[in-house]
């Protein structure tokens, strides 16, 4: 069975930072692109950011370009969210999300989220 | 960036029921060169993540009951639940992944009239 299971998530002050884990398990992590997802209270859902299967190669949302960083570790099979320089409107849950096999910016695979809240 | 706005914003259906969302996209995502549409439909219950519906366009993700389609070409697209269960009570959400960054639309609440 496919999980994704984040954490790591909390309350920070305006400026501050925190790093997201997403762990994996009941499928090959490796072969799979990744994304994270964000959504505000009460609101839609928002692409943040993407990671090709090996690492390599990363994608950001303008809102997040420069103050987020997506990364991988294939061998513990998990994938993080480094979050900095946070602002309230990054208040959210964060998912992260498996790419379809079809390719292409589909999830398939969601974990439940962590939620993030930036207030002072 | 491609703007997804769904249509109504609410629905009240009565339980068996049909219920018909609408999804428009400010520019096509219909990708001449495979001749298909970069659309897929996510259902969100309180207090769940989203679960993938359909995807390009029309494609039925495994496991998901029958009832649900997906219609629509180019620019204008339909989830259709032939007949409402009470199980069916959700946000449903478009999303076009035709272009970075993908996009979703604002979400339609679906309720039990």
């Known amino acids: 069975e496919v999980q994704l299971m984040e954490s790591g998530g909390g309350l920070v002050q305006p400026g501050g930072s925190l790093r997201l884990s997403c762990a994996a398990s009941g499928f090959t992590f490796s072969s799979y692109w990744m994304h994270w997802v964000r959504q505000a209270p009460g609101k839609g859902l928002v692409w943040v950011s993407r990671?090709?299967?090996?690492?390599?190669?990363?994608g950001y949302a303008d809102s997040v370009k420069g103050r987020f960083t997506i990364s991988r570790d294939n061998a513990k099979n998990t994938l993080y969210l480094q979050v900095n320089s946070l602002r309230a409107e990054d208040t959210a849950v964060y998912y992260c999300?498996?790419?379809?096999?079809?390719?292409?910016?589909?999830?398939?695979?969601w974990g439940q989220g962590t939620l993030v809240t930036v207030s002072s | 960036d491609i703007v997804m706005t769904q249509s109504p914003d609410s629905l009240a259906v009565s339980l068996g029921e049909r219920a018909t969302i609408n999804c428009k996209s400010s520019?096509?995502?219909?990708?001449?060169?495979?001749?298909?549409?970069?659309l897929a439909w996510y259902q969100q219950k309180p207090g769940q993540p989203p679960k993938l519906l359909i995807y390009?366009?029309?494609i039925r993700e495994s496991g998901v009951p029958d009832r649900f389609s997906g219609s629509g070409s180019g620019t204008d697209f339909t989830l259709t639940i032939s007949s409402l269960q009470a199980e069916d009570v959700a946000v449903y959400y478009c999303q076009q992944y035709y272009t970075t960054p993908c996009s979703f639309g604002q979400g339609t609440k679906l309720e039990i009239k």
């Open positions: 520019q096509s995502v219909l990708y001449s060169s495979d001749n298909k549409n970069y």
């Open positions: 999300a498996r790419e379809h096999s079809s390719g292409h910016d589909v999830f398939d695979y």
């Open positions: 390009w366009a029309s």
């Open positions: 990671i090709n299967s090996a690492g390599g190669g990363t």
